[in-house]
Every structure is written in structure tokens, then in C-alpha cells.
């Protein structure tokens, strides 16, 4: 079956380290993206990529990076420089890095820092 | 800045029965594309309904429907015969243009529905 698979479904990780979240596609879809969801918010994007070995900021950027060496794979670091990062984490993918194409998304990853 | 609002952050409806979203939102294109994405307590954002700008006609997907008012700048949901399964936070999205020349998705607050049996 074609989709998107985060992984982990929880993760759990203490102040003060980086950890990275998992983006597989197998939609042969050119763009991803990530996304943050707080609570009363709408979606928020972190970085997003139209082509591999490319990735730009979204409005959030900070505290994350991003690389995409393979269409397939998009992962997403939470480096300690990030100042809230407990969330809901989602990624996405769609034909083109345009709005007239759906964008796909993954079950999320809930991420919690202590 | 560019923006999607959605005024109302809970509803609730009885089964059956018909109910309407609210989304209005803020662009300069001419152009552009809006969607209904549905987040069910599972959390997977699923696409309800997509509206391309320079159509007028309103798009419909079996139970749901669109009221898009391009001059007004709104894109209200309608769900009818309302169903159990409905109950979702259902988020409005627009059509952005980076300066960079891509396009990305902005998102509404999202409306909280939730329907009573």
C-alpha cells in the first residue's frame, strides 16, 4: 500500500538532547513537508522540499533541521536549541510543491520533552 | 502576513442534521486553491473537499459542499445529513506564494465539530 509512515507513533526525550523524527514516502511524490500542531493551532510549517539535496525554512524553522538525500526520506531533527518542543509532528508529501496538488499526510509523531 | 480564520473553534450538530463551517481568508493571487482537510481523533489529516479560485461553481463531495465567495474572500463548509464519523476538528486552508516562487498551504485554527447522536 502507497503512503506516508512516521515513526516513532510516541517518543519521549529528556531537555537538552536532539532527536529525530522519522518521514518515509513510497508515493513517489517529489515534495515534503513537515509540520507542527500545538494545541487551538492550526498547522505550522517547520521546512519543507521540493527536490532532493533541497529543502527550504518554513515560518517556524528555528530549532529544527531537515535533510532529504533521498525522495523517499525526509527526517526531521529537534536540536536542543529548540525552545518548545513538545508537539504534534506531522509530515506530508504531494506531486509538486503546489497548492492545486493534495497534500498527503503521515499518522504524526507526539513528541514530548522533559 | 497571509491568513486563514476560522471563527468558530467548536460546533456541534445532531445526527442528520446540517451544519456549517467558517473560513475566511486573506490573499493578493488571483488565482489559487482552497481545501477542507478533516482531523479525526486518530489525528490523520484527511482532504474533505478542494476549491480552485477561478471556478465558479462550487465544488461537492457526496455529503459536503462548499459556499466559496471569491469577493467576500469566504469558503464555508457544509456537511449534510451530519454522521457519527463527521466528529473531527476540521481545518481551512489557502493557497500561499513564497517569494522564492514555491506555493505553500496555510492553515486555519481549525473548528472543533462534534456530532451528537
Known amino acids: 500500500d502507497g503512503g506516508i509512515t512516521q515513526s516513532p507513533k510516541y517518543l519521549f526525550r529528556k531537555e537538552g538532547q536532539n532527536v529525530t523524527l522519522s518521514c518515509e514516502q513510497n508515493l513517489n511524490h517529489d515534495a515534503m513537508y513537515w509540520y507542527r500542531q500545538d494545541p487551538g493551532q492550526g498547522l505550522r510549517l517547520i521546512y519543507y522540499s521540493q527536490i532532493v539535496n533541497d529543502f527550504q525554512k518554513g515560518d517556524i524553522a528555528e530549532g529544527y533541521s531537515v535533510s532529504r538525500e533521498k525522495k523517499e526520506s525526509f527526517p526531521l531533527t529537534v536540536t536542543s536549541a529548540q525552545k518548545n518542543p513538545t508537539a504534534f509532528y506531522l509530515c506530508a508529501s504531494s506531486t509538486v510543491a503546489d497548492a492545486a496538488y493534495e497534500q498527503y499526510f503521515g499518522p504524526g509523531t507526539r513528541l514530548t520533552v522533559t | ?117
Open chain 2, 1 to 117: 502576513a497571509q491568513t486563514v480564520t476560522q471563527s468558530q473553534p467548536e460546533m456541534s450538530v445532531q445526527e442528520a442534521e446540517t451544519v456549517t463551517l467558517s473560513c475566511t481568508y486573506d490573499t493578493s493571487e488571483s488565482n489559487y486553491y482552497l481545501f477542507w482537510y478533516k482531523q479525526p481523533p486518530s489525528r490523520q489529516m484527511i482532504l474533505v473537499i478542494r476549491q480552485e479560485a477561478y471556478k465558479q461553481q462550487n465544488a461537492t463531495e457526496n455529503r459536503f459542499s462548499v459556499n466559496f465567495q471569491k469577493a467576500a474572500k469566504s469558503f464555508s463548509l457544509k456537511i449534510s445529513d451530519s454522521q457519527l464519523g463527521d466528529t473531527a476538528m476540521y481545518f481551512c486552508a489557502s493557497f500561499l506564494q513564497t517569494q522564492g516562487g514555491s506555493e505553500k498551504l496555510v492553515f486555519g485554527k481549525g473548528t472543533k465539530l462534534t456530532v451528537n447522536p
